[in-house]
């Protein structure tokens, strides 16, 4: 029933692609597309720590009140507007792959920075825009360069629902990563720092 549902949905593509339950199932075997969805998770902890927990690492650095708030918001703004950025060159020039990269080795730099110094204001404040500013266009970008280099069409939607499955799983999940009890330590970070630095030479393994 579902088959045949599918059949009259597809449209032309019916004629170029008839479903099979191997291209559904061929995403759960092939080593690349787990490796896809492991930085899709890990870039999506970074964003969701920063943006859930944002206001308690500024707070830890004797910001009280008003300035809480506003000193979070910076972050997150750096971050629409990078994405908006990437939006533009993915779509008009093709860069997928050359603007992920980058902004995986600025995650990676960010939490080093934090794992490294937590004593200077500055460079944790610093650290902050570069984990924020760029984790949130890199989820985007994993999932557009996943649907840029699948395919069939079956496969390339199976692939695209496990790559949402681990964005949503690591939102999640990312909030065990970071006790309140240790905000002061940023353990939550400390716990993902090394993740974020094995997915970056795992993408340039994928490209090349």
Same mark, same amino acid.
């Given at each position: 029933?579902?088959?045949?549902?599918?059949?009259?949905?597809? !449209?032309?593509?019916?004629?170029?692609?008839?479903?099979?339950?191997?291209?559904?199932?061929?995403?759960?075997?092939?080593?690349?597309?787990?490796?896809?969805?492991?930085?899709?998770?890990?870039?999506?902890?970074?964003?969701?720590?920063?943006?859930? /927990? +944002?206001?308690?690492?500024?707070?830890?650095?004797?910001?009280?009140?008003?300035?809480?708030?506003?000193?979070?918001?910076?972050?997150?703004?750096?971050?629409?507007?990078?994405?908006?950025?990437?939006?533009?060159?993915?779509?008009?020039? +093709?860069?997928?792959?050359?603007?992920?990269?980058?902004?995986?080795?600025?995650?990676?730099?960010?939490?080093?920075?934090?794992? /490294?110094?937590?004593?200077?204001?500055?460079?944790?404040?610093?650290?902050?825009?570069?984990?924020? !500013?760029?984790?949130?266009?890199?989820?985007?970008?994993?999932?557009?360069?996943?649907? !840029?280099?699948?395919?069939?069409?079956?496969?390339?939607?199976?692939?695209?629902?496990?790559?949402?499955?681990?964005?949503?799983?690591?939102?999640?999940?990312?909030?065990?990563?970071?006790?309140?009890?240790?905000?002061?330590?940023?353990? !939550?970070?400390?716990?993902?720092?090394?993740?974020?630095?094995?997915?970056?030479?795992?993408?340039?393994?994928?490209?090349?």
């Amino acid at each position: 029933m579902w088959i045949s549902h599918l059949r009259r949905q597809s !449209g032309p593509l019916r004629r170029l692609n008839d479903f099979t339950w191997h291209q559904v199932l061929r995403p759960f075997t092939e080593l690349k597309i787990y490796l896809y969805s492991i930085t899709a998770a890990s870039s999506q902890v970074a964003s969701s720590n920063i943006a859930n /927990f +944002g206001p308690m690492i500024i707070k830890e650095m004797d910001y009280e009140g008003a300035k809480t708030n506003l000193l979070s918001a910076g972050p997150l703004a750096l971050s629409v507007f990078i994405m908006l950025i990437c939006a533009v060159l993915a779509d008009r020039k +093709g860069m997928r792959s050359s603007l992920l990269l980058p902004c995986l080795s600025l995650i990676t730099i960010g939490q080093f920075l934090i794992f /490294f110094d937590t004593h200077s204001k500055s460079v944790t404040y610093g650290a902050m825009y570069l984990i924020a !500013g760029f984790s949130g266009p890199c989820s985007t970008l994993i999932t557009v360069w996943c649907a !840029g280099n699948i395919g069939p069409q079956y496969t390339k939607m199976a692939t695209l629902a496990l790559c949402l499955l681990s964005h949503t799983s690591a939102t999640l999940i990312s909030v065990d990563l970071f006790p309140p009890t240790l905000a002061r330590s940023f353990s !939550g970070i400390d716990l993902y720092s090394h993740r974020n630095c094995f997915c970056f030479f795992v993408d340039v393994g994928i490209v090349i």
